[in-house]
């Protein structure tokens, strides 16, 4: 499901948009630093800032994440199951450590924090054409 092709775009060079909804169907976006590849089938989401968004994910269940290649621009959409949530463990370090690469690029060394690494099987992707 996930290629190759795919995983600059999950590097952390660009942000990623993140798209749930509520109970009544009212849709959140949020950009969030980090889609981290697990395997062919798995994400993990970085849990920095985004309350109202697990409020809705774990809620559903569900959500959409936008990727984006920093060398070429090409996107695609990730239909997401929501798995569990690890707070600590190999993944978790991982991401935290690529985090805090990111935070130091980006001059927020004292604001980033990885709460959580959030796991998700990916059900379908979509390439993003443009045209």
Not at 116 to 128: L, P
């Amino acid at each position: 499901m996930i290629t190759e092709e795919m995983i600059p775009g999950m590097q952390g060079a660009l942000p990623s948009a993140l798209a749930t909804v509520d109970e009544s169907g009212t849709p959140n976006v949020s950009y969030i630093s980090q889609v981290f590849y697990v395997d062919d089938r798995h994400v993990a989401l970085s849990n920095q800032f985004f309350n109202k968004s697990l409020r809705n994910i774990t809620s559903n269940g569900i959500a959409t994440v936008n990727i984006v290649r920093p060398d070429n621009l090409k996107s695609w959409y990730l239909e997401l199951k929501y798995k569990e949530s690890k707070t600590d463990g190999e993944l978790f370090e991982n991401m935290k450590m690529q985090l805090d690469a990111i935070a130091s690029m980006s001059g927020m060394e004292d604001v980033f924090k990885l709460h959580a690494s959030e796991i998700f099987e990916v059900v379908k992707v979509d390439e993003v054409i443009m045209s």
